[in-house]
């Protein structure tokens, strides 16, 4: 069964806006995760937030997590039309549950 | 990062046959293998997790002999669809992860393998 849920679905926005994707999962993690997914490729890690963590940035990327809420959201700051894909949160279990199990995915159309 | 190499990119059979997707870690010791099935504009589904030199652990509502597992080295491993129907059309995404890392850090994924069965 799905872990993560990405909301929206779908997000159009203009080039130079930001970009905001929410995913929530349900049972407790060692870590979450974001991808990136560009049209019939593979996945393309983006960063990576500990359970412990709150929050974690990587260049445009924000990422925050509330354990409390098992809610994280990524924040992408000035977006390019390049930044068209789709964005993926997995969490990872605890113990030995290794699993990556992931979202159901954003969707994100940057228009020029 | 470690890099993932995934092939062939894309394969057409007919429905009956059998078609064989590849996964190799090109730097790095792949001690666990995850293989996942994605339809189209939806999420990961994993498949199954594959330990070297073990048999391979299936999700469940997957079938195991339709869906054979091969992770014989630590640098292989092979997913083989067999007797291919249609329905089996779907982009194939195979990850690996070393011993050290597996539960740590990021997942390495391969390019993705796009079968179409006709």
């Known amino acids: 069964s799905q872990q993560g849920e990405e909301d929206p679905q779908a997000l159009s926005i203009q080039e130079g806006e930001n970009a905001t994707m929410n995913c929530s999962y349900k049972t407790s993690i060692n870590n979450l995760q974001w991808y990136r997914q560009n049209s019939g490729r593979g996945l393309v890690h983006l960063i990576l937030?500990?359970?412990?963590?709150r929050e974690k940035h990587s260049g445009r990327l924000r990422v925050t997590l509330d354990t409390s809420k098992k809610s994280s959201s990524l924040l992408i700051t000035a977006s390019r039309a390049a930044d068209t894909a789709s964005y993926f949160c997995a969490t990872r279990g605890g113990g030995s549950n290794y699993k990556l199990t992931f979202g159901k995915g954003t969707l994100l159309t940057v228009n020029p | 990062g470690a890099v993932v190499s995934q092939h062939p990119s894309r394969v057409i059979c007919k429905s009956g046959t059998s078609v064989k997707i590849e996964c190799r870690s090109l730097d790095f010791q792949a001690t666990t293998m995850f293989w996942y099935r994605q339809f189209p504009k939806q999420s990961l589904m994993l498949m199954a997790t594959s330990n070297e030199g073990s048999k391979a652990t299936y999700e469940q509502g997957v079938e195991k002999d339709k869906f054979l597992i091969n992770h014989a080295s630590l640098t292989l491993s092979t997913l083989t669809v067999t007797s291919a129907h249609p329905e089996d059309s779907s982009f194939y995404i195979c990850s690996a992860s070393s011993r050290r890392t597996v539960l740590d850090t990021e997942a390495f994924f391969g390019q993705g393998t796009r079968l179409t069965v006709v």
């Open positions: 937030i500990r359970s412990n963590e």
